[in-house]
């Protein structure tokens, strides 16, 4: 299964409706995106996908944790 965000070829099916045949569930381990397998043409398939919200690695690497975690208070 090819991850529609970032086309990593990993992803994997990882639940299935209680009735069985309803929908499937699919995740991928590079950037943790989920999706059902009922939505949108645009959600599912790698080439129809958003450009402007697909991701590599370089874009991976560029992310911030949210929300940035502080740095520690220092004890007196
Ligand atoms: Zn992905």
Redesign the pocket.
Known sequence: MI?P??D?AT?FQFFESPEKGAWELYR?P??F?VWRSTEEEEVIRPDLYDPDFK?NDERIRQMSDKPPIPPLRRQK
């Open positions: 991850c965000r970032c990593d992803a991928c590079r950037c995106f991701l």
